[in-house]
């Protein structure tokens, strides 16, 4: 059971414009949500993250929208730049521990 | 050295081999994981530690056998592998496991049994 759904598996944008990524949950327990950026020969690292009491979270280019009703998060990376072509992984954790149930992925290629 | 270090980088065995891929942190954290990274799959959990016991085996075969002999280094053991573990095995270490999730992955270890 795929408990976090990304979409696009893959995408390619122009440099400067808009990224946009989509994730749904199924777990209401999940309490946290937080995009991971991987490139390659390198693990993912944290990008940004968000907790469900807020709808939204900025930082810098990069800025995270939350629809806890439709259950549904999506990342949003503004002015796109080649050095973020990256792949990124959206999450849900819960629990009294850190156990994160990661999506399947987004391979992002920024072209000039 | 800083953040998560694995070693291997690299490692291609045979399915009647037994191999071992090892992970230090060295960022004084409690709690160790192992993840199976495959293509076109999400990252899957395989082992938790915190403080060095076992918290989370998330329904692994028992030809990957884990060991945290102590909060900074975690083993993974291999053994009677077969063609579809070939995979990129990624170590992360976090905080503690009181609500704060962010996890620091260490660059991986790809494997290939043959």
């Known amino acids: ?6 979409s696009p598996q893959s995408l390619i944008v122009q440099k400067g414009g ?3 990524i989509n994730c749904a949950y199924e777990n209401t327990a999940f309490d946290y949500f937080p995009w991971y950026q991987q490139f390659p020969g390198k693990g993912p690292a944290l990008l940004i993250a968000i907790r469900p009491d807020v709808s939204e979270k900025k930082e810098g280019r990069f800025t995270i929208s939350f629809n806890k009703s439709a259950k549904q998060f ?11 072509s990256a792949t990124y992984f959206c999450a849900g954790g819960s629990g009294g521990y850190q156990k994160v149930t990661f999506g399947i992925g987004t391979k992002l290629q920024v072209i000039p | 050295e800083t953040g998560v270090t694995q070693t291997p980088r690299h490692l291609v065995m045979g399915m ?7 992970c230090e942190q060295h960022l004084g ?12 799959k999400p990252l899957e959990l395989m082992f938790v530690y915190n403080f060095k016991e076992q918290t989370e085996n998330n329904s692994v075969p028992s030809r990957f056998s884990p060991e ?8 993974l053991h291999l053994h009677t592998l077969q063609p579809e573990d070939s995979a990129l095995y990624l170590c992360a270490s976090s905080p ?11 660059p991986g270890t790809r494997l290939t049994v043959t």
């Open chain 1, 74 to 84: 999506s990342l949003h990376i503004m002015d796109s730049q080649p050095g973020d």
């Open chain 1, 1 to 6: 059971q795929q408990q976090v759904k990304q």
């Open chain 2, 96 to 106: 503690d496991n009181h609500g704060t999730y962010e996890q620091y992955f260490g």
């Open chain 2, 68 to 75: 945290c002999p102590n909060s900074s280094h975690l083993f």
């Open chain 2, 16 to 22: 009647t081999n037994k191999k071992s891929l090892k």
């Open chain 2, 29 to 40: 954290h409690n709690a160790m994981y192992w993840y199976k990274q495959s293509a076109k």
């Open chain 1, 18 to 20: 808009i990224s946009i």
